[in-house]
């Protein structure tokens, strides 16, 4: 815990910075010059649980601006090697996470763990609220989801153009696989439902797979039915 009066400088635009700083209490200004530090301009005003300074000990560089209290504070501060840890220890727990969706995935199950935790570090994650279209039937296909939170419904036009429901799936179901194996159309719209909160879902383009696994055919020919599967689904 540290304590700041109006008008105290905190960090230094240019100097070394070993520290984060979390607002307990107070206001910070955030300054920044060009060419001299006489010119310096206010650019953002920080309040109670805003965090500054995280870049200098993200990547060991100089200070890119000059924070100066704008009223008493208190503030929390981390030092680079705290920081560090906890960065250390989240990303360890987000790999676990995601590794455990992964090996549980029908598609996936024949990879080796070192493949897993490659995917796992590979994949990102996006949201959608209630009603949004995460892919649209038609489209052409790219990525491949696994839902994380959540449930979408699976919607097929038929040939009238009726919308009709065919799939509802929930966490941990994975669609868009075929984009992993071909480049054919969406074949159905994926919808996050409605009444069932924020959708989450992780997701991973071919091109990013086939770069850190290879080809998705050859993995699949790991496992046979698996592989039997899929290229029947296709004719």
Known sequence: MMNFESGDIIIKQGDDGDNLYVIDEGNVECLKYKDSPADQRLIHTYGPGSAFG?????YNAPRAATCRAATNCRLYALNRKAFK????KTTIERRLQI???LQNVEILKQLKEHELFTMA???RESS???????CRQGDMGSSFYIIKQGTVTCVQA?????QLEVARLAAGDYFGEIALLTSKPRQASVIAAERSGTLKVLYLDRRTFNRILG???DVL????????????AQI
């Open 54 to 58: 995280e870049l200098a000990v993200m």
């Open 85 to 88: 840890m906890i960065l250390m």
């Open 99 to 101: 590794k455990k969706f």
């Open 121 to 123: 570090d590979a994949m």
């Open 128 to 134: 959608y609220e209630e009603g949004e279209v995460v």
């Open 158 to 162: 038929d040939a009238q153009g009726k």
């Open 215 to 217: 080809s998705a055919e």
């Open 221 to 232: 020919r790991r496992d046979m039915a698996a592989y039997n599967k899929f290229r029947g």
